[in-house]
């Protein structure tokens, strides 16, 4: 019987959860997304669950949506969900998740050139307190510092992407930003002062004397684990070992509210970053990739 795609329904949320738990670092998005509806039927305006099904058995799952995820699929389902990709036309941005999965299925597309492509995102954990001091300056932000975190954020997307998320116009990232600050899910360093004395450079928000010296978002809750996101560094400070306390801290304060694991991927040629998570105790437990359109 021929591979068929379909809604995941109520019924399925056994299976769903079941597959999911495996691997926990690598489907920690959708995992939130079942622990605040309790089913499997996940539809909204935001995306899509459908799974693949060998006649009535699901074999995989995929988000569909600003971003497509797969679980547990394989070039046979991915083969699946791009006749319907394809016939439907392009309407997501970004393809994430297992490296030999995400590029098997953007060779299958024929969505035209993609924007971008991370090829190798080593995914890393970890499950225990850090091998470094927590730097004590890193608090969880409020909007009294939007000021800072707003043009430190801009430079971490538009460094780590390849563009910029304003270049038509600040409304939409500024109010994304707004809305992790308002979930107190970022927390930074910010200061006037460099740790060695002198002032901070007036960059990126050029208009004050206060700046970002680090950042990180926690972009992904779940119960358990947390995926972070938008980790960035002041140039000035930069290989000075604040990226470490400061991941350090982040690391810390998440696992004392009882999320026992923190998560995150990064891009392969970011090695500096990759030695600071290093230091901080994460190890690699998969590898992700990235297509952008």
Known sequence: MALRIARLEHQHTRWLTDLLARNPCENVYLIS?????????LGSPAGTLYGIFDGDRPVAAYWVGGNIIPVAA?????????RKLNADGRVSCSLIGSRSVILDL?????????RGVRERQPLLAISSDPLVTPDEH?????LDDLGAVFPASVDMFTKEVGFSPIEDGTAGYLARVRGIIRGKNCYAR??????QG????????????????????????ARRIVQVQG??????????????AGMAAVVQRTRDKGHSTVSLYA???????????????????????????
Do not use: C
């Open 33 to 41: 997304l079942l622990e605040v509806t309790g089913t499997a039927r």
């Open 74 to 82: 394989t070039p046979a389902t991915n083969e699946v969900l791009a």
């Open 106 to 114: 953007q060779q299958r597309l024929n969505w035209g050139r993609a």
């Open 138 to 142: 890193v608090h969880r932000v409020t």
């Open 190 to 195: 910010i200061s006037s002062t460099l740790p």
């Open 198 to 221: 002198g002032a901070v450079p007036r960059w990126p928000a050029e208009e004050q004397d206060e700046q970002v010296l680090f950042k990180a978002d926690i972009g992904i809750r």
């Open 231 to 244: 980790v960035w560094v002041h140039p000035a400070v930069r290989n000075q070992g604040l990226g470490a």
């Open 267 to 293: 891009n392969d040629y970011n090695e500096t970053a990759l030695r600071m998570y290093a230091r901080v105790g994460f190890e690699q437990v998969g590898t992700f990739a990235t297509v952008m359109y």
